[in-house]
């Protein structure tokens, strides 16, 4: 079993929809949760971190969080085109090791 | 958040010759850097880690001897790529962090695409 586990995609939405990415872990002693945004070409950029369990909001972004399930999402509101990315979710384990999933591919129809 | 920054952004290099990379942290310290490689369409992987002020830790698979990293500082950390062959053509890019520790981000530099002829 992998230690960040997410579905390679791709995820195909339409404009203005919710897409929901997923990512599941194996380590039960981690603490932190982060999603990178990664382009094309271009290297992941940060878009959220979440400690606790429950939901956190930015925006058009939302993180949620299960520890019991060892579950971790993004969801994303008003999806738009640009938003058309490949999605890491990362996981800073209790050996203080970050471990980073395989990522998302979301699209996202105009 | 936090900047890291990357310099080439691109080079171009014959191969035999040796090519290093610069990553800095410009507005934090980072305890911690890491190097990884991606090849296109692949998932990033992880080359080594690096702390300031002593050897970097590599990945299985990843000779320290071709790639070389030196952690000087708090803020600079190098990749040497050496005696580069076009199988190391591919897109680097470096990660810091700032704190140790359970709360730590890691911040990513915009990476060095590297192609050797």
């Known amino acids: 079993q992998k230690e960040v586990e997410q579905n390679s995609g791709p995820l195909s939405v339409p404009e203005g929809a919710i897409a929901s990415l997923n990512c599941t872990y194996s380590?039960?002693?981690?603490?932190?949760f982060f999603w990178y945004r990664q382009y094309s070409g271009k290297s992941p950029e940060l878009i959220m971190f979440?400690?606790?369990?429950g939901d956190k909001e930015d925006g058009r972004f939302t993180a949620q969080l299960n520890k019991a399930s060892q579950y971790v999402s993004l969801l994303i509101r008003d999806s738009q085109p640009s938003d058309s990315a490949t999605y890491l979710c990362?996981?800073?384990?209790?050996?203080?090791?970050?471990?980073f999933g395989a990522g998302t591919r979301l699209f996202v129809k105009a | 958040g936090a900047v890291v920054s990357q310099h080439p952004s691109w080079v171009i290099c014959k191969s035999g010759t040796s090519v290093k990379i610069e990553c800095r942290s410009l507005?934090?310290?980072?305890?911690?850097m890491f190097w990884y490689r991606q090849f296109p369409k692949q998932s990033l992987m992880l080359m080594a880690t690096?702390?300031?002020?002593?050897?970097?830790?590599?990945e299985q698979g990843v000779e320290k001897d071709k790639f070389l990293i030196n952690h000087a500082s708090l803020t600079l950390s190098t990749l040497t790529v050496t005696s580069a062959h076009p199988e190391d053509s591919s897109f680097y890019i470096c990660?810091?962090?700032?704190?140790?520790?359970?709360?730590?981000?890691?911040?990513f530099g915009p990476g060095t695409r590297l192609t050797v002829l």
């Open positions: 990660s810091a962090r700032a704190l140790a520790g359970a709360q730590s981000t890691q911040y």
């Open positions: 380590d039960r002693g981690s603490q932190s």
């Open positions: 979440i400690y606790s369990n």
């Open positions: 990362a996981v800073h384990t209790g050996g203080f090791k970050t471990i």
């Open positions: 507005d934090f310290q980072a305890t911690t």
């Open positions: 690096s702390n300031e002020g002593s050897k970097a830790t590599y």
